[in-house]
């Protein structure tokens, strides 16, 4: 903004994502530590301002993650959760201190019903406890943050009373939650601009805002408290979270750049690296996006309706409000054939973000060729695909030698298996309801695991009948879920590819195991 020659800033909204932490408490978003590191990587890429990066008091393989992505991430505020307990605390500062930037994160319930019925405490040893577990944060870490669970509910009163308390006792940022998406957007706005006028040393602090999606509103939340004076929004990749999931950070970050002229803020996020960001969560923890989920759908930028062609043509603008460009979509989607040569490999991974070490570099290569002998064209996402396969794939403990099905009307379908496992061949034939269902029979009887099949997508990753298959499969063993993808042109093979890959990281997680996650009760 310009007024009379001076360049007046706009005000930056911090972007607080919590995709590591309320993300991975989403039912069946289970990351190991090396994801977890991964997506931090791509946070830093994306420029959020700050990760919380797990719940380190959950378990060893949470305070694992969170000390590694401590010492190797740079950039963005490292933040812990914890909850108002002296060795919550004392885990979360384990998991940060090695951070360059360290947060420790600590909440406590504040309404009627969360005080009565779950902390069984009155208002009164509520607030001590919250100022207490705030000077200890604060003698062990400047960055603080203090959260009212269920503000949504809670009365007013006692919000300002507890916030200007933990203030007091150090608190740096307040975070105040719709924990259970129950708010309106206009009630939120009160609750936020209550808070911002009646406590009287709010000046002081970041104002958080964290909103859950139970109702479809975690968005339209977010963004009234940002007109209420909030200066940090929580949420996260794809809109992950528990339950209905928390808002997603895509959608904010695009309104507030979209609508500039209404709300008159920014972000510092990175918006090329959306749609890479979506993508690799969604590979990562095998929880598909919804074709027309705002911003990183597949249809977000698809205009089928003629009419809507026929306006697009003359002008972009006519229908789209977003250029696709500024959340990293690329308009090419023709890449590469079968001549293009290892050097045009190398540069349009490259050019979509992949650097690999020359090991996997040489394996994808190996890939690309053996689908360009049975796919004339290989798209971006073949390429994409190819290469979450190679980096994220757990050791091939178990890898697919040969299979052959038969099936069809009239007939019951048959698989014949073919493992190699400690460098053996091993063979299996088993007879099942369906081709997939006989394969996946014969998968187990090899590898004696019995994984319960939880979720099972198949998806073409272009179109056209020659296209790839991509079959993502989520296994559940001892509460524990396991992702796999596999592509392939035919999807019985990728289906077999998915169950396996599946299979190793269960196998490996078994064999160093992370150490069993409870998530504690919030
Ligand atoms: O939803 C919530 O209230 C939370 C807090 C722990 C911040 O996730
Ligand atoms: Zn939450």
Redesign the pocket.
Known sequence: MCLNGVVKMSKIIKIFD?TL??GEQCPGASLNSEEKLEIARQLAKLNVDVIEAGFAIASPGDLKAIQEIAKTVKGPIICS?ARCRKEDVLAAWEGVKFAEKPRI?I?MATSPIHMEKKLKMKPEQVLKAAVEMVTLAKTLCQDVEF?C???GRSEHAFLYQIIEAVIKAGATTI?I???VGYTMPEEYFKIIHGVVKNVPNIDQVTVSV?C?NDLGLAVANSLAAINAGATQI?CTINGLG?RAG?ASLEEIVMALKTRKDFHGVDTNINTKEIYKTSRLVSNLTGLVVQANKAIVGRNAFAHEAGIHQHGVMSDKKTYEIMDPHDIGLEDSVLVLGKHSGRHAFVKRLKDLGYELDKEKLEKAYQSFIALADKKKEITDRDLESIVSDEIYAAPETYKLEALKVISGTGITPIADVTLSFKGKKIKAKVKGTGPVDATYLAIQKLTKKQPKLIDYIIQAITGGTDAQGEVTVRIEENGKMYVGHGADTDIIVASAKAFIAAINRLVAVQSVSDGAKQHPQ?
């Open positions: 919590t932490r309320d959760l994160h909440f959260s669970e269920d503000a975070n939650p719709d924990t964290h859950h929580e528990e928390n919030l």
